[in-house]
Nanobody
Framework: QVQLVESGGGSVQAGGSLRLSCAAS????????MGWFRQAPGKEREGVAA???????NYAHSVKGRFTISKDNAKNTLYLQMNSLKPEDTAMYYC????????????????????????WGQGTQVTVSS
């Protein structure tokens, strides 16, 4: 059974950094499209960043240049390095995955919310104070 477990959230002041991790287990597929979503209280869930097994990435406009997504295949762990954090980045962050070959458009579809995703983590809270 596939499991995604996030960690690394916390509280930080504006301008600070955090690195989120998503440990994936229970799968044996080499193809994937994985990414991060976030949801702030009273707001809709939004895609943040995505990466696929071919190394294609995509970012939401609001985080481009500040956040970096990566995956350590040996550790089966997805990361989101978040720099220059802003109060508006405050949200619950979720890891999600689809274990199949999507193609180069996969990460963009994931970030835009158009890619159906079979697996989700429980979330990790990020709070940025001004």
């Amino acid at each position: 059974q596939v499991q995604l477990v996030e960690s690394g959230g916390g509280s930080v002041q504006a301008g600070g950094s955090l690195r989120l991790s998503c440990a994936a287990s229970g799968y044996s597929y080499s193809s994937y499209c994985m990414g991060w979503f976030r949801q702030a209280p009273g707001k809709e869930r939004e895609g943040v960043a995505a990466i696929d097994s071919d190394g294609f990435t995509n970012y939401a406009h609001s985080v481009k240049g500040r956040f970096t997504i990566s995956k350590d295949n040996a550790k089966n762990t997805l990361y989101l390095q978040m720099n220059s954090l802003k109060p508006e980045d405050t949200a619950m962050y979720y890891c999600a995955a689809e274990f199949r070959a999507i193609g180069p458009s996969g990460p963009a579809l994931l970030v835009s919310g158009l890619l159906p995703l079979d697996y989700w983590g429980q979330g990790t809270q990020v709070t940025v104070s001004s």
